[in-house]
T-cell receptor, first 115, second 118 residues
Framework: DAKTTQPNSMESNEEEPVHLPCNHSTISGTDYIHWYRQLPSQGPEYVIHGLTSNVNNRMASLAIAEDRKSSTLILHRATLRDAAVYYCILRDVLASTGANSKLTFGKGITLSVRP | NAGVMQNPRHLVRRRGQEARLRCSPV?????VYWYRQLPEEGLKFMVYLQKENIIDESGMPKERFSAEFPKEGPSILRIQQVVRGDSAAYFC????????????????FGSGTRLTVV
């Protein structure tokens, strides 16, 4: 899997939008961009994924740069419950072997939300 | 809510005992992944199984660890002769599809089993 680069941490204020950046300059044409988050003492939780176009769901929006070398996870209105580690992960969906099916987690970005 | 069910949530074992961790995937999901998270560290892939088959075990320690996903029943991660270094949170994830299909999907993770070796 191609590597991603994220800041170590970010702080935000409650009820304000949050933009979490991710760089993936070596992304290939068949790499999907995934975001997961892990709240304290819980398992990872799927947030969103996309390939080329921006994506929206009930949790967040994913903005993908035109050259696909970076992306931004957008939380439209942060709440205290959004404080978590957010992981940006690439996965090649045309990987021909099952061994390439796994998600590889990096260190992620720790989001703190101030009341 | 038919999510991924892991049990037990907490498991305490003495050094040298065996630990068995169970994972029931989302109904209809035939692909299971196990991850380990040591204290203050990131999630590390251990093994990927599809019903009755181990697809990728590149993250499994060579000794004492084994995993299975039988035709019927949950996936089991088994740790024999546990040592203090095995203390960690073990997470299971499931998905409906495997690799190479040309589209992508999210994993569903369980809440994990926290193993403490005393």
């Amino acid at each position: 899997d191609a590597k991603t680069t994220q800041p170590n941490s970010m702080e935000s204020n409650e009820e304000e939008p949050v933009h979490l950046p991710c760089n993936h300059s070596t992304i290939s044409g068949t790499d999907y961009i995934h975001w997961y988050r892990q709240l304290p003492s819980q398992g990872p939780e799927y947030v969103i994924h996309g390939l080329t176009s921006n994506v929206n769901n009930r949790m967040a929006s994913l903005a993908i740069a035109e050259d696909r070398k970076s992306s931004t996870l957008i939380l439209h209105r942060a709440t205290l419950r959004d404080a978590a580690v957010y992981y940006c992960i690439l996965r090649d969906v045309l990987a021909s072997t099952g061994a390439n099916s796994k998600l590889t987690f990096g260190k992620g970005i720790t989001l703190s939300v101030r009341p | 809510n038919a999510g991924v069910m892991q049990n037990p949530r907490h498991l305490v074992r003495r050094r040298g005992q065996e630990a068995r961790l169970r994972c029931s995937p989302v109904k209809g999901h035939s692909h299971v992944y196990w991850y380990r998270q040591l204290p203050e560290e990131g999630l590390k892939f251990m093994v990927y199984l599809q019903k009755e088959n181990i697809i990728d075990e590149s993250g499994m320690p060579k000794e004492r660890f084994s995993a299975e996903f039988p035709k019927e029943g949950p996936s089991i991660l088994r740790i024999q002769q546990v040592v203090r270094g095995d203390s960690a949170a073990y997470f299971c994830a499931s998905s409906p599809y495997g690799a190479g299909r040309g589209f992508d999907y999210g994993y569903t993770f369980g809440s994990g089993t926290r193993l403490t070796v005393v």
